[in-house]
C-alpha cells in the first residue's frame, strides 16, 4: 500500500510538471489571435473547471476602465506605494476620448465576462540615434491577483508585441517602478520571456507645495522628518522677473509649440516626437491639463505643459505632473520665471507636490533656484517588442525626453 501511495504520488507529481512545460508553451502559441482562448490546463485537473482567457481590444468607456486600473493597483500596492489615480477624464485625454479612433493597443484580458488584466499603450514617432521611427509609449499593465498565474501578463506582452510588429514599429517605450520591493513590474519584465530592453535608470524632480499634506501621505519616514524640520518659507514660490512676459497657452501657439519640443526632442539619443493632432489634445484639457507659455517680441519661445494627477499611498494628494518643458531658448531668469509662475498656478488649483521626469534640456540652475530637489532613480527606462538589434546604442543613450506614464 506504501509503495503504491509513493507510486501514485510521483506519478502525480510527473503529470503536474508535464502539464506546466504544456502550458509554458500554450501561454505563447495561444496569444498570436485577439481572440484566441487560453485553457489554463493546470488550473482545470486541479478545480474542475475550465478556466480560459480570452485577449481583445478594449471597446468599453473610460470609467470602468479607470476603475480597473487605478482599483487592481490599490489592492496590489495600499499603503505600500503610491498608485497613480487615473480618473475616467485621463484616459479619454491620452487614449479613450472620441478624437481617439484608433485603440488597436488598448489589450484587455477577460475571463468570461470578467475584466483580469490590461495593458495600454499609445502610438507615437520616436527619435532614436537620430531616426525618426514609428512606435508607442505606455504600459498601465494591471492583472488581478486571482489570474496572476495563468501568464495573464505574458499574454498581453506577446499579443501587444504582435500588434506592434505588425504595424512594423519600432518597439514601445515604458517605465519599470524601482522605488518599492512590493513592486511586480520589474520582476515581470526582467523575466526574459517579454522582449524587454533596459535602456537605463532615470530619476524625478520633486517640489513640496503643501509639507502637511505630503507628509502626512508618504511612508518614508526620512521625508516626514525632513519636511518637519525645514522653515515653511522654503515650500513658497518665488516671484517671477516682470520684464518676463507669461501667459496662458492659446490654440494658435500649437504651431510655435510643436516646433519648439520637436527640436528639443532631436538633440536627445532617444525621445518621443509628438504630432500636431496629438499635442493640441495634451496642451489643453480643462480640468486636467495645462499648458504656460513664454512670448518675446511676438513670438513663443518656450513653454511649460502640466497635468494633474491624484496619488494615494497614506490617504490620496493631489500632484502636478510637468510632462514638457520646452527651454532650451530660454534664458535662465526667463526659465526660473516661467518654473515660478506655473508653480503659483498648480498652488491656486490646490497641487500638494510636483513632479518632473529628467530630461535632456532640463535647467538644472533654474531647477534648484525654484526648490526642486532630484531624487534617488526610482524606475529604469524599457523599449518592449524591439523589432531591431539595438542593444549597443540603447545602453549608450544618455540624452533622453520621453514622457512619464
Known amino acids: 500500500m506504501v509503495r503504491l ?8 507529481k510527473f503529470i503536474l510538471l508535464t502539464l506546466k512545460v504544456c502550458e509554458r508553451y500554450a501561454n505563447f502559441e495561444n496569444t498570436v489571435l485577439v481572440t484566441t482562448v487560453r485553457p489554463t490546463v493546470l488550473g482545470f485537473l486541479l478545480t474542475g473547471i475550465n478556466v480560459s482567457i480570452e485577449i481583445r481590444t478594449y471597446e468599453g468607456d473610460s470609467q470602468s476602465l479607470s476603475q480597473f486600473v487605478v482599483n487592481t493597483w490599490l489592492e496590489t500596492y495600499r499603503d505600500q506605494m503610491s498608485v497613480p ?18 485603440r488597436e493597443l488598448l489589450l484587455t484580458a477577460w475571463k468570461g465576462n470578467d475584466l483580469v488584466g490590461s495593458m495600454l499603450a499609445m502610438p507615437f514617432d520616436l527619435w532614436v540615434n537620430g531616426k525618426q521611427l514609428e512606435g508607442a509609449h505606455g504600459s498601465w499593465l494591471a492583472v488581478t491577483p486571482e489570474v496572476r498565474r495563468d501568464g ?77 524640520l525645514l522653515p515653511q518659507f522654503i515650500y513658497g514660490v518665488g516671484k517671477p522677473d516682470h520684464d518676463v512676459l507669461i501667459r496662458a497657452y492659446e490654440p494658435q501657439d500649437l504651431s510655435a509649440c510643436l516646433n519648439l519640443i520637436n527640436t528639443q526632442a532631436k538633440k ?34 518656450g513653454f511649460l505643459n502640466f497635468h494633474l494627477l491624484g496619488l494615494f499611498l497614506h490617504g490620496r494628494i493631489t500632484s502636478a505632473i510637468i510632462d514638457l ?35 535632456a534640456a532640463q535647467p538644472k540652475m533654474a531647477l534648484l533656484k525654484s526648490r526642486f530637489i532630484p531624487q534617488f532613480s526610482d524606475s529604469h527606462l524599457m523599449i518592449n517588442g524591439i523589432r531591431e538589434q539595438e542593444d549597443s546604442f540603447l545602453s549608450k543613450s544618455r540624452k533622453i525626453q520621453i514622457l512619464w506614464r
Open 85 to 102: 489615480d487615473w480618473t475616467a477624464e485621463y484616459f479619454d485625454w491620452q487614449m479613450t476620448g472620441p478624437d481617439y479612433s484608433d
Open 325 to 359: 518643458f520646452a527651454c532650451e531658448n530660454l534664458t535662465a531668469r526667463q526659465a526660473s520665471s516661467l518654473l515660478a509662475v506655473s508653480l503659483k498656478r498648480m498652488k491656486t488649483l490646490n497641487a500638494d507636490l510636483v513632479l518632473m521626469r529628467e530630461f
Open 152 to 228: 495573464v501578463g505574458l499574454m498581453l506582452s506577446n499579443e501587444m508585441n504582435r500588434r506592434q510588429h505588425e504595424r512594423n514599429y519600432y518597439g514601445r517605450l515604458g517605465y519599470a517602478f524601482l522605488g518599492s520591493k512590493q513592486s511586480l513590474g520589474p520582476r515581470f519584465w526582467k523575466s526574459g520571456r517579454t522582449n524587454t530592453k533596459f535602456v537605463r535608470r532615470m530619476y524625478l524632480w520633486a517640489r513640496v507645495l503643501n509639507s502637511k499634506a505630503v507628509s502626512g501621505w508618504t511612508n518614508k519616514k526620512s521625508e516626514k522628518i525632513a519636511m518637519s
Open 268 to 301: 536627445a539619443d532617444l525621445a518621443v516626437l509628438w504630432s500636431e493632432d496629438r499635442l493640441n489634445k495634451q496642451l489643453s484639457y480643462p480640468g486636467l491639463a495645462e499648458t504656460l507659455v513664454v512670448e518675446q517680441e511676438g513670438k513663443v519661445i
Open 5 to 12: 501511495a509513493r507510486q501514485a504520488s510521483y506519478s502525480w
